[in-house]
């Protein structure tokens, strides 16, 4: 316990050191948190730069990571040996909200994206990790059809929720986690990951 | 009689034909002569032209002020440009805001004001655009011409069927020859929007420019909006400008350059260049298509019930309440990322670090308002005035 709080306060000296100290946050960190632990395969549903955030805010804290815009069930197959599965205690991480500009330019639609996000998720599950789905970047990612579908398709499969607060009005997210017994944490800003990663991922050491 | 009436009243028609020509001919020469004073702040060291580093833009209508802040440190070289788009008022600002006020402490920092300088001598008279605006100072009121998004047709005329981007082939519509955000990186033999794109690789190769940052302002019925458009050269630096601004200052978001939209500065500067490029968005109600009265109010104070209006039926892409976006928070907002994306650089690449110093927070411009920071011409001594 005493060793954990080292390691957060430690963490805490190293952001501010960096001078990206975060408005202060209290998170909630739910009781069914699952375990997770590095590496982690970061993507995008939607082409937003969201996932590009998680990994650089990954990087930071020094969490192992892959930022594989357009990565797929195949692509994440081939990381795992075969004789591996089911032990393979990686996570992937899947950003949600969508960029029209970031779609366009990888030559992708909101549907594929989604089809490609549910085809890797249950892939993933395969082979046994975590998924994390986060709508990261706020309200500005949630203001059209695009972002309500990448939204809705990718959080019901999610094993934790991480989530913009702003982006929560309606209720939706509350109520999915409630209904679907998901934890799910909220952020007020993005910059707020960096100070969670290190609260939530396990470490060789601890 | 009746024969001689209708000459009366044809004499009476052509009278007033003549009188609106000469009176609007007047307008429009007094706008496109104008020049805008800018007094240069302690950090500028030497003021050249566009046409130093591409002679055939020297003297022509393009060949715009490139003010230098060099600190005497070594360091990276950052180049700033602003409206290109003319009718994106707090990119002007911001720029003239930077050259008057701001010092630099490591590496060197370009300012280029009127990036697409015959942009700014023609209005959109059809839309009812205002020629000039004016903001308040402590000594008075000091007067800026408004723009257009393209170059001048007396500037460059005439325009072609289809706008053909060079080198990429991409099509476009006829006007954008003279919209320099699609005439990246410019071509030699151009039209002048072209010319000038090209002056300004030369300049960003010449200067060996580690970053340039492009200013503009968009409607917010627009998606690309209150945001940071990356070149993949500079994604952590703009990412991390992003989340920090928003965690702490405002909220900015941030767009990555697509790779196959060709002609914008985002895209093709960092291709053709060892400079990546980022382009801010600011939010402008004045370039709102339901906008209602299209006056210098509405340019200055960002308030528009019609805007609102729109937003509260979901047709906008970022909020608008009865405060609407003044120029003094426009201005702020473009002033801020730039430092911010700045330090962050310098951050990410320590070898071409560049620091400011002396511009003024975030709080202390919204609150002041951008007039604060305009130095009164008439106190300063003829060698430290240039003219835009």
Known sequence: MMRKGFLVAGVMLLIASLGLTALAQEFVIPENLPILKAPVYVTTCGQ???????????????????????LTADELMSECPVDSMKDFAGVLFVTTGTSLKGMGAAGVDV???????????????????????????????????????????MSPLADLLIT?????????????????GLPQIFIDDTLDLEILFPLIFVTDEG | MKANREWIIKGIALAVWIGILISSGIAFAQHRQYKETVVLGEGVTQVKTLGDYFEPIKGTTNDCNIYILDSGVPGGTLLIMAAVH??????????????????????????????????????????????????KTEWGEKKFRMGDRWANPLDSWPDPETYVHYPSGQMLAYMDTRNMNRTWPGRANGSLAEQTSYAFMRLIEQENVSLTIDLHEAELEYPIIGTIVAHQGALN???????????????????????????????????YSNSPCILLESPEPFLDRVRGVTDEALLLTGKDEFVMKAGEKGLLYWPIDENGWSID??????VRTVEKLTELWTRFHADTAMVFSGLPSYEEMVDNGVGHYFTDPATVSANRLAFE
């Open chain 2, 329 to 334: 928070i426009r201005v702020a907002r473009h």
């Open chain 2, 86 to 135: 003319a009718e994106e008022p707090a990119t002007n600002l911001a720029a003239q805001l930077i050259v008057e006020n701001a010092g630099v402490t490591t590496g060197r920092v370009l300012v280029a004001i009127h990036e697409n300088r015959s942009a700014s001598t023609v209005t959109r008279p059809g839309d009812a655009y205002p020629q000039f605006y004016t903001v």
């Open chain 1, 48 to 70: 937003s730069p969201g996932a590009l955030m998680v990994g650089l805010l990954m990087g930071e804290v020094g969490l192992a990571y892959e930022l594989i815009d357009l």
């Open chain 1, 164 to 180: 913009r607060s702003d982006v929560n009005e309606d209720g939706y997210f509350t109520t999915l986690a409630e209904e679907l």
């Open chain 1, 111 to 153: 549907d594929s994206e989604v089809a490609r996000c549910t085809a890797l998720i249950a892939a993933a599950r395969e082979l046994g990790m975590i998924i994390i789905v986060g709508q990261v970047e706020g309200a500005s990612r949630r203001v059209d059809e695009y972002d309500e579908q990448t939204i809705t398709s």
């Open chain 2, 237 to 271: 630096v703009a990412a991390m400008a992003s989340m920090m601004l928003t965690a702490q200052e405002f909220p900015i978001g941030m767009e990555i350059s697509p790779l196959a939209l060709h002609g914008l500065s985002h895209r093709e500067i960092g291709d």
